[in-house]
């Protein structure tokens, strides 16, 4: 489903954010990306969505190369990703509900699913009381968990989370995994980037390790080292 | 589709109503502009309408003396009737004159009475002359005084009306010169000021749209609000413009009347009240579309 052949990013000569990367992700898979900060997790992600290009090597979604994709294609790949960006990246002039119904709003849904399916991921992001306030209201914890909302609410194929719990409490966090993992479990393919130890160890499941932007560990029931 | 447009609207109406500021300067300029290109229309109209009624109305009516007999008035009509510049010249006796008088004031019992008292037939006998055109009434009336049947002649009743006519061509060619120029001044400012809060709005708002494409928004539904911002200021600017238009149309009605007798400004407006309405607001509404269209294409890469 996702493939990477040789992939480097480099964003400045001495920059070198991604060095060679190649690997392979088939459908439903849960893989957890790990890594010191600055190591390339994020880079990883956003050449992905083709928020980036990469400088050599390529990419493929589904068998399409995001390398160099049309931008006139670029809203339909991004339509089946759902991502949870490090810095939320919400729309600060809309109010909770509105950010997060936008990710319905872009695949052309109706008022009528959007008001369907907003209740119950209001409930599990546990934001039910704060639909409409303005991001700029939100605590980070709270901004954190609307972008979450907004990269599930529409069934996207692929799940990008970068740093999904930075901001969250054990509480939350163990409630977003818990989540994630459901989702993994329904066939969503879940790529997960965090810091946090415990929960890459208690989850089992594929670990990517970058270090300086090369893959240096990619294992089937990987443990966080670093 | 409808979803899509609909959405776009209220994307728009927000972009105006929670980032706020920018909009009323914007409304104002445009306002202005509105102003001015309805009221070069309304103008153009109402000179239209004012010569065509006074050109109807103004002959030169030429009274001859209590004494002159009938004989020589029709000799100086058909002396008259040979001036190229004239259109036609109309007989009127004095007896026709004084019937005319009592049918139109017949309901009028102050006015008949002065008449009886009077007890003769206090008219005279006149030649109405119309001229194809307003400004070769000059020159009839000079012929007119420069007559060899002068001593015929009592009066020329023409300079009462002269002013008037030249008024109104006046104030026509002043009005439709400086109309233009400073229309066309007010929606360069306009297109320039709409453009530029837009330029503003889409750079403000860049980090907004990025979002808006990393999820995957298409491009309508990101430039969209942007069109509809120019349009929703266009539209109220139309409006404002209108209830002022109204409003002077109401407070200078006597004031009109007095300076052109017989012209109603309010009922006049009230007569043309959808075309001036909708040329406010398709000028209103082409305006902001315009300009946000430009400053989209040029400033909202994708
Ligand atoms: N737009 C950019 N321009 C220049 N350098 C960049 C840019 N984005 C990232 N980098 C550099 O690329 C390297 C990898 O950054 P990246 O954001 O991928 O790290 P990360 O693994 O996500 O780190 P963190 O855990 O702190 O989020 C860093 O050295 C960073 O400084
Ligand atoms: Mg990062």
Redesign the pocket.
Known sequence: MITFQNVS?V??PN?I??ENASFQIVPKEFVCLV??????????L?LLLAE?KPSQGQVFFNEQNIGNIKMDHLPVLRRQIGAVF?DYKLLNFKTVYENIAYAMEVIGASDAEIKRDMPEILDVVGLSHKTSSFPIELSGGEKQRVAIARALIHRPKVILA??PTGNLDPYHTLDIIRLLLKINEFGTTIIL?T?NREVINSLGKRVIT?QE?KIIRDEKQGRFIL | MFVLIKRIFITGWHGITRDGGMITANIFIMTMAIFMISSLFFFRDLSAFLVANIQERADVSVYFKNDAIEEDILKVKREVGSIPEVKEVNYISSEEAFERFIERHSSNPVLMESLAEVGTNPFLASLGVKAFEADQYAGVVGFLENFQFNYLIEKIDYYERKPVIERIYGLTAAFSRVGVIVSVILILVAVMITFNAVRISIYNSREEIKIQRLVGASNLFIKGPFLVQGAISGFFSALICFLFFALLAWGLDTRAEFLFPGFGLLSFFIANLWMILSIQILSGIGLGVVSSFIAVKKYLKV
């Open positions: 990013k964003y400045h920059i954010a991604l890594g010191k900060s600055g190591a390339g997790k994020t880079t990883l956003k980036e490090q970068d740093e980037s810091h970058l932007g």
